[in-house]
């Protein structure tokens, strides 16, 4: 029973560790996986890993861990959104990137964003101009999403991987 303590406390510790890292070095790099952080989410997996467990590497070990993982996830979840101050700690808030044709170069330069990334999600929803963009927001989930200036109010969504067939649009 021991054992199975050490993995509990070692998983909550490791879960704690990654959501203040996550936290830390910000949510761009989350809505944006390239090969490089494909290879970085591989690595720290495989380095917590024996973290985690310890020596005990047997099935019941390993499934304790994925449970407690699950756990921990699912409780903090909970708390976060009935807890204003975790929800401060935790979530980062939307930042407006351009407001009525005006971009935020100070924002943009904060979170990361370059003006070629952000004419890039322009054109993505099929804005030429940055004078047509009424809000321009870097959301939670570290996407962009404008609204254009268009009498017709249109809104969408740019999906921060490269895959062009995740845009929504909605009129």
């Given at each position: 029973m021991?054992?199975?303590?050490?993995?509990?406390?070692?998983?909550?510790?490791?879960?704690?560790f990654m959501l203040t890292a996550i936290r830390v070095f910000g949510k761009k790099e989350l809505s944006?996986?390239?090969?490089?952080?494909?290879?970085?989410?591989?690595?720290?997996?495989?380095?917590?890993?024996?973290?985690?467990?310890?020596?005990?590497?047997?099935?019941?070990?390993?499934?304790?861990?994925a449970s407690v993982l699950f756990l921990v996830n699912f409780i903090i979840k909970r708390t976060v959104l009935k807890n204003k101050f975790l929800q401060k700690l935790v979530q980062?808030?939307?930042?407006?990137?351009v407001h009525k044709g005006k971009p935020?170069?100070?924002?943009?330069?904060?979170?990361?964003i370059s003006a070629d990334e952000l004419y890039e999600a322009?054109?993505?929803?099929?804005?030429e101009h940055i004078k047509d963009v009424k809000l321009a927001?870097?959301?939670?989930?570290?996407?962009?999403?404008?609204?254009?200036g268009e009498s017709v109010l249109k809104h969408s969504?740019?999906?921060?991987?490269?895959?062009?067939?995740?845009?929504?649009?909605?009129n």
């Open positions: 021991e054992a199975y303590i050490n993995v509990i406390v070692r998983c909550i510790v490791v879960y704690i944006q996986l390239n090969t490089v952080d494909v290879i970085l989410i591989l690595l720290i997996s495989n380095a917590v890993q024996n973290a985690m467990v310890g020596e005990d590497t047997s099935l019941q070990g390993g499934l304790v861990a980062q808030k939307p930042q407006i990137l935020d170069f100070v924002m943009l330069s904060k979170i990361g322009m054109r993505e929803h099929g804005i927001m870097f959301e939670e989930d570290g996407n962009i999403s404008i609204i254009s969504v740019y999906k921060r991987k490269h895959n062009h067939k995740n845009l929504q649009g909605a």
